[in-house]
Every structure is written in C-alpha cells, then in structure tokens.
C-alpha cells in the first residue's frame, strides 16, 4: 500500500539547460517510489496529450516568428491544461507530484531571459494558476556557459536552445533572484557537482520538507 499525504507534495525542479536536471528528475521518482510514496513524474510544457501539442509548437525551431507574448500565453495555455488533467487531481490523492519545470520557468525565461514585463507575467498566472507555487522547488544553478557546452554535447534541437549565452545567464539571474525572494520554497542547487552528489543532496532536501510538512499537524494528518 502506497503512502498518502493528505495534501500531496509538489515539488518542482527548474535551471537552465544542460544541468542534469531531467536525469535528477527521474533518481528523485525511483527514489521516492523506493520509500513507499505514489509518485508523479511531470514535465512542462508538457504533461498532458494538449500540452505536448503546444510543446511541440513552442520547441519546433521552425517557429523563429513567435512574438514573446503568444510564447508567454502558449506556455500558461499548456500549464492551465497540465494543472487540471494532472497536477490537482494527483495532489488531491495525496501523491508526490514532481515536475520537471513550473511558472517559475516562465518567469525566468519569459520574463528575465525575454524581457515581458513582470506584472503582465504575474497577471497572466493569476489567471492559469491562482498563483499557486509548488510546496519545494529545486533550482539547479549552473553558469550559462557550461550548461550551453554540456546541451550541445547531447544534441538537442529545439527554438530555445538556438539562443546564446547572453539569453541563458539572463534566465540564470532570473532564477536567482525567485530563490533570494523566496527562500523557504526555493533552494538553491550547485549543478557542476558530481551527479552521484547532486543525487544525495536533493534527497536530503526533499526528505528533510517532508519530515517537517509530515511534522505540521495543521497541514498534514498524523500518522502517515
Ligand atoms: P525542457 O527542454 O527542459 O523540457 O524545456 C523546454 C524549454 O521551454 C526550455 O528551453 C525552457 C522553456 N520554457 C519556457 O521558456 N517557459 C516556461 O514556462 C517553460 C515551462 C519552459
């Protein structure tokens, strides 16, 4: 019998390309899957049949075109599907969600790495999300530069990836400032670490925010 957390536990993992983070991603799922938790093992944008359609017309290189506000509203499009198909009903049941990504994805890369203006990105996830924020989030921090060199060394193709260092160390900031304002939620990774030592670190974090959450009897039911 799988252990259930009354109100689930969504954690996000997020940084720039080329940190490994997909990789951690699925250790933290057999992890957690090992320690008797049902777990879901999400990505954006993504998640959903939907979402991997709009994935698609967000990634494919051809779309050079794109403005940044109809990029800014196919992400949002793509997340408000992937919350009500997935996320809120595998929270509801008490599962771990983890998702390879989140709003704070947008907010680095669409507002730091493109420039849209803070309060039309706010505004807009008000509007998908309510503003709701995973209960942790993992940044996996990594200069622009290694992590451009480590994406190119697996080959991957897609719109975003055609932009320079300059765009990437701009999400980096990005990112670094939502952990400065949000410390409690958001902790901050070094990704040029061993992978065997990422993978242990991000393990003592999450075990760590689910003994205390676990510990909170105003958030969580004994007992579990
Ligand atoms: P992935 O390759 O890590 O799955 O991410 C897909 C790309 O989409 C990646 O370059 C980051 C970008 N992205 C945004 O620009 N805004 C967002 O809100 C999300 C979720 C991803």
Do not use: R, Y
């Given at each position: 019998m799988k252990k259930r957390l009354p109100l689930g536990f969504f954690i996000s993992l997020e940084g720039i390309e080329g940190t490994g983070k997909t990789t951690q991603a699925e250790i933290l799922s057999e992890f957690l899957l090992s320690r008797g938790y049902d777990v879901v093992l999400t990505n954006e944008p993504g998640g959903t049949v939907i979402g991997n359609k709009i994935r698609e017309i967000l990634l494919?290189?051809?779309?050079?075109?794109?403005s940044p506000l109809a990029e800014l509203l196919l992400h949002n499009a793509a997340r408000a599907q992937h919350l009500a198909e997935k996320i809120l009903p595998a929270l509801k049941e008490g599962k771990v969600v983890i998702a390879d990504r989140f709003t704070d994805s947008t907010i680095a890369y669409q507002g730091y790495g493109r420039g849209i203006d803070m309060s039309l990105i706010i505004s807009i996830d008000k509007i998908t999300t309510g503003c709701i924020r995973p209960h942790l989030t993992i940044v996996f921090d990594l200069d622009a530069e290694i992590g451009l060199m480590r994406n190119r060394g697996i080959n991957k193709d897609d719109r975003l990836e055609l932009e320079g260092v300059e765009f990437y160390s701009r999400v980096r900031e990005g990112y670094l400032s939502i952990a400065e304002r949000d410390p409690e939620r958001v902790k901050i990774l070094?990704?040029?670490?061993s992978r065997e030592l990422v993978k242990e670190k991000i393990q003592e974090i999450v075990a760590s925010e689910i003994a205390s959450i676990s510990n909170d009897k105003k958030r969580w039911h004994s007992g579990i």
């Open positions: 494919w290189p051809g779309h050079k075109e794109m070094d990704a040029a670490m």
